[in-house]
């Protein structure tokens, strides 16, 4: 088993780890997880952001960042992780991937131990460190989400990206699933609709999973998202007084509430451990 990411020295605590997931692309996970990192440093916080989706990862260009390396030089064993870390607003630092790298899709024990080491590096400096994975259910998303203290799974209200979001629950419940599983509602019209979503996810989990889901919420449909997208700025900055800001600075406040894990913190465990649970089917929704 790999080493947990588990801070040292007398102060030292082990950050709060959530990973943000989706099932479907294009439901604004990478902007969940940038504005969410924003609102947590602006309430004094040490937050980082690991951009998971190794090949693909766009947190930097979300950010207007041009980064000098990427994690593929750290999993290639060429810098380590301080050498990478780039710093954003407020403080926050990000752990920047690449893109276009298609060996690491699929991430060797090598790689996932030079991970490990890194996240070692910086962790006892954080309070929180935010995971923004691929979208959808390889394995390289699947280990990440398991080693991790809280998931939090992002869908919007369409019914493809539902449906796509139950498909990560129901994996991740056959997977050694966090004790925490989160739903955030992206892009919804008003609470109403936010509230049908959650309820659709939480009654088929319920009922073909026998398990629990926790509402993180949502953040409305405003148009203020997409100009700060196209600026390269964090929404909670750009136009703070916003609908969506609103959102992300309540979701910030119950993320804030997370309590650090007791005993090792983030643990990337590639699939070929012993300790790997294989994944079995869970009953189909109806």
């Given at each position: 088993?790999?080493?947990?990411?588990?801070?040292?020295?007398?102060?030292?605590?082990?950050?709060?780890?959530?990973?943000v997931t989706s099932g479907k692309g294009g439901v604004?996970?990478?902007?969940?997880?940038?504005?969410?990192?924003?609102?947590?440093?602006?309430?004094?916080?040490?937050?980082?952001?690991?951009?998971?989706?190794?090949?693909?990862?766009?947190?930097?260009?979300?950010?207007?960042?041009?980064?000098?390396?990427?994690?593929?030089?750290?999993?290639?064993?060429?810098?380590?992780?301080?050498?990478?870390?780039?710093?954003?607003?407020?403080?926050?630092?990000?752990?920047?991937?690449?893109?276009g790298l298609r060996e690491l899709t699929a991430l060797?024990?090598?790689?996932?131990?030079?991970?490990?080491?890194?996240?070692?590096?910086?962790?006892?400096?954080?309070?929180?460190?935010?995971?923004?994975?691929?979208?959808?259910?390889?394995?390289?998303?699947?280990?990440?989400?398991?080693?991790?203290?809280?998931?939090?799974?992002?869908?919007?209200?369409?019914?493809?990206?539902?449906?796509?979001?139950?498909?990560?629950?129901?994996?991740?419940?056959?997977?050694?699933?966090?004790?925490?599983?989160?739903?955030?509602?992206?892009?919804?019209?008003?609470?109403?609709?936010?509230?049908?979503?959650?309820?659709?996810?939480?009654?088929?989990?319920?009922?073909?999973?026998?398990?629990?889901?926790?509402?993180?919420?949502?953040?409305?449909?405003?148009?203020?998202?997409?100009?700060?997208?196209?600026?390269?700025?964090?929404?909670?900055?750009?136009?703070?007084?916003?609908?969506?800001?609103?959102?992300?600075?309540?979701?910030?406040?119950?993320?804030?509430?997370?309590?650090?894990?007791?005993?090792?913190?983030?643990?990337?465990?590639?699939?070929?451990?012993?300790?790997?649970?294989?994944?079995?089917?869970?009953?189909?929704?109806?």
């Amino acid at each position: 088993m790999m080493s947990p990411l588990r801070p040292t020295g007398r102060d030292a605590r082990t950050p709060v780890t959530l990973a943000v997931t989706s099932g479907k692309g294009g439901v604004g996970k990478t902007n969940v997880v940038v504005n969410l990192a924003v609102a947590l440093a602006r309430l004094h916080n040490r937050v980082a952001i690991l951009d998971a989706d190794f090949g693909l990862g766009n947190v930097d260009v979300l950010l207007g960042l041009a980064p000098a390396g990427h994690l593929g030089h750290v999993l290639a064993g060429e810098r380590s992780m301080r050498d990478i870390l780039v710093e954003g607003p407020h403080g926050v630092q990000i752990v920047p991937a690449t893109s276009g790298l298609r060996e690491l899709t699929a991430l060797t024990p090598r790689h996932w131990e030079r991970l490990n080491r890194g996240l070692r590096e910086i962790g006892d400096e954080l309070d929180f460190l935010l995971v923004d994975t691929g979208a959808g259910i390889s394995n390289n998303v699947i280990d990440t989400l398991r080693g991790t203290g809280c998931v939090l799974v992002v869908t919007s209200p369409e019914p493809t990206a539902v449906v796509d979001a139950y498909a990560v629950i129901k994996v991740l419940t056959t997977s050694e699933a966090p004790s925490e599983l989160g739903v955030l509602v992206n892009g919804a019209r008003d609470q109403a609709e936010a509230d049908l979503v959650f309820r659709q996810l939480e009654v088929a989990a319920t009922r073909f999973l026998r398990r629990r889901l926790s509402s993180f919420g949502f953040v409305t449909d405003d148009p203020a998202v997409r100009e700060a997208v196209i600026q390269q700025r964090a929404v909670v900055d750009l136009a703070p007084q916003s609908a969506a800001s609103r959102c992300f600075r309540i979701l910030a406040a119950r993320v804030a509430t997370l309590a650090p894990p007791d005993g090792p913190g983030l643990r990337l465990v590639p699939r070929q451990c012993p300790s790997a649970v294989p994944v079995t089917e869970a009953p189909q929704c109806a």
